[in-house]
């Protein structure tokens, strides 16, 4: 059942000036805003993070007050998960989804303007408790006692508390716009089951979204109440570890709300640059459904320490095991959408290939994490930093390059420079395993996370050099894209066209930028790659019909 | 999925070698799990690195052998799968009048294949994993244990020998060869137990002790003598970092022995029959007698005791009222009755030499940014007199010695630190601002 009940934009919010942007209620223009927003909050995750790695460079203390590490490594992880990952996908699927589904706008475009502009003050609310003198010290878990009045005094919590309440808020009405959106707004003949791959796992992240986000309110609001009100819920007398309960029902479906839009990003790039269709279209979209109730039913892993029940334990650990089935699933139908195709390697196909490489050490590494006993050992040591960061600098990171090297140049009409991308390409891949994979080796010598300090006789002094020596060349391939961002920005030249890449779906039917009203007219859509139909004919094997 | 037929017979030949890979590598696992358990245990051991350094415990052999078998069982997979991308890279990259490649929607069978597989290793993995799990429940490893109980400050451990009847901070001495129960509290924050050659980790949680609800231990037995590193693993506020211990490792007569002296070593020193005992703080300043020890004493209880414990001095305290025995595990620092035998002081982070100790008790807040101990002002002559009360009450050299110094650790103190403490030992001018501010 599809529908045109959006709300047209008024004309002329295309245009130039300030106030244009403001007001605007195109969901385009709120997208690039969401880019540009989470692009400047991902500067200053990363430099806490090159500060991070800076005092860790030699054993003793370096040059950063302890309380000021803690708080560099709390607010580079919140930053980089609540203020550059979640809104960058925000701002991506913003601008993508309703060009993808064929719609004028989101459902409700003021509502989308709304949180925007509540996401903005969010970040903007917590980042001011710098300003104040103090920011969160109790790492982006905050677990109480630690997090409580006594023993983070100062509203350096408190900020950081309201400021997740806000962009959680800014989270939950962009998820149910996104919702009523795919639902309702998908162009004639868009089924279910010729939804463009992007728009599925952006559907899925959304009511992870509005399912997980109350809990973490919820939770955060009581140890609001415990630092300010002296209620006792998590406190002395409460339950510390209950903390934990609601803090990872969100956290960890939180990893599938970063992750799944990549998998959508690498289900959209490989067909293309393999000029074949995804293969087992349906059971991609089963194994992301799969993961979407799964990453529900996982989160007492993070607590294998805290003391539950061996049994409890016992089914936390299969939960965790199995959801390493749908994942499986996905990664052989990537490599099957290769398989026998006519493969080209432009910068999306190069980062989604390294997407696949990478997300699969954070997969297998996570086969370890998820083993209760083996997390008895590598629980809170670098082995889980390691991991984490190559589910999520490796997998949602390496996605999102690929779909912004992807969409860039519907985005703009300018395509970037691919020599620069590959210098990108290659200096990225190569630092991002320097400053991680010996991680894995630190944890197994028993590196715990989260120290600024360490004696040099426990032989992690070396790794560590290497890993900082290794953050400096990130930093050098970070300034190689912005170069040629800024570079391919300031060309007058739009040599984009509208399909670039000889892409499927339906954001590449019409112009680069695409004009405020979306599109001029509509192909009926008969398969998940329409495009594809209206320059071959309509495929035999194309499944799907326009009902279900 | 409907597929043109010829695409997908053709296709499914070819992934014939995937399925067989993937079959392989379940045969594998399961091969490697019956050699595990039909291998004997030094066979395995000689026969490769262990991934946890140096595993001195049953329980981390468990570990560590497991961890072995998935990391076998994860280089296959990771072998198998990026080979397969590299492989479909270069293989099928598009070479110059190329035709359109054949349009394949996918495989039916393929597909319930790579779904099953894998569902199949990680059943397996989690069988053999919960196999392993109950090796931390079983009782093998809580025979008749010495109960120690553990007990994270912010950033220190306190380790309380309930049945020895003493407590001690940052070095815990237990026996070779018998099972250790350690019973984790927290005097303030989360902390987490973990020394890694010797067993996984665990929480302490605050409000959980005496063996309640909730209260969390870990067991482990030591198969050798020798110094095991351990560290709070879970961020506990500013000195994380530095809130390390040491679990010492000897053998059972020697073990017998240090906790026979630890148990009987406070001798309190004789004080002057005509001393006040009366309001320290007035008595400090004014003070003119005796002996080092005295002095040493007087402020002691001038300052230090608001937080520290020496044993049986606490009920003398001030004003003819007497406080009731404390737990040494409630009171704010540590228990310094037994710190003239230690080797590292402040959580592990000074080396307990001379002028550690002295700059320690000086600067608390130099060599560990942040710590909880405070200056209190003394002198370098006062703090010399604090500490030779405090090590009147040594201890037999003959006992302890050997039990701290069976592995010595190089003095981990950072460099910087030291030039530090020498500076500030030098600079008198320091010293004199000490001497006269007012300790907080």
Redesign the interface.
Known sequence: MTSHVGTLPRPGTWDKGLLNWIATVDHKKIGLMYMWTAGFFFLCGALMALLVRMELAA???QFL???TY?QMLTMHATTMIFLFIIPMWVGIANYIVPLQIGALDMAFPRLNALSYWIFLGGGAFMYSSFLAGTAN???W?S?P??SNAE?SPGIGVDFWIAGILITGTASMLGAINFIVTIWNLRAPGMGWRRLPMLTWTVMVMAQMVLFATPMLTGGLILLLFDRTLDTGFFA??G???LYQHIFWFYSHPAVYIMILPAFGVVSEVLPVF??????????LVFATVGIGVLGFLVWAHHMF???LD?NV??VF??MT??I??PT??K???W??T????????ESPMKFS?AF??MF??GG??G??LG???????L???YYVVAHLHYVLFGGAMFGLVSGLYFWFPKLTGKMLDEKLATWHFWTMLISFNMVFFPMHILG???M????????????WTFWNQFETVGTYLLGVSLFIFLWNVIVTMRKSERDAGDNPWEANTLEWSTSSPPPAHNFDGLPYVTSERPLWDLR?GV?????GSADD | ????SD?SSR?GA??VS?LMGLALLVGLALAAWISFDAIPDSAWQTARQP???DVASPL?R??DD??QI??YM?VA??VL??G??LY??FR???KPG??????????NR??IA??L???L???L??YM??G??????VTEYDQDPLVVNATGF?WWWEFDYPEAGFATSTEMVVPVNRPVRVMLESH???H?F?V??L?????A????RDGGA???SISFVAERTGRF?G????????????M?FTVIVVEEEEYQAWADAHAEMVSLPELPEDDPETTPNESYGVLDSDSAEVRGYKYFMARCITCHLVDGVNTRVAEGEEIAPVRSADTPGPNVTRMAARTFLAGGVVAHTGVGAQTWVREPGTLK??SNMAAMGYTDAEIDDILTWLYSFKIDDDVMRPVYAAEP??D?L????EELAAELLADDSVAEADAHGEGE
């Not at chain 1, 715990?448 to 032989?459: E, N, S, T």
């Not at chain 1, 495929?539 to 499944?543: F, I, K, T, V």
């Not at chain 2, 999925?1 to 043109?4: F, K, S, Y």
Request: charged share 15%; net charge negative.
């Open positions: 054993p003793g203390g007050h302890p309380d803690n010290g109790a790492g878990t677990y006692p630690l023993f002395a007398g339950d510390p570890v393999s000029r074949k269709p995804l293969f087992g279209y349906v059971a320490t805290s003391g061996p334990q016992m650990m299969l095991m199995m390493g089935v499986g699933v990664f052989f139908n490599i099957g290769m398989w026998g195709g006519s493969l080209t390697f290939i696949l490489m699969l050490i297998l590494s086969i370890f083993n209760t006993p083996l997390d008895w050992q629980h809170d040591s197994l010598k028993g715990p996370r989260r120290i600024y300090d360490y004696a040099p006789d426990r032989g071959h495929a035999e094997g194309a499944h | 999925m409907q597929n043109g695409n296709f070819r992934l995937v991934a946890i350094d981390t468990e570990l497991f961890y998935v990391f994860a997979v990771f799968v990026e397969l991308i479909a890279a099928f990259r598009r190329d035709p359109m490649p054949k349009q394949v929607h996918g495989d393929a597909e790579w779904t597989a894998p569902t290793i990680v059943l993995l989690a994993g919960y392993v799990m109950q090796q931390r429940f912010q303030d924050v989360l987490s973990w890694p050659e067993a996984g980790k665990y929480d949680v605050p409000g959980a909730g209260q969390n590193e560290q709070c693993a879970e961020l506990c506020g500013t000195q994380h970092a530095g390390r940014i942040g650790r190089p981990h950072p460099p910087a630190y």
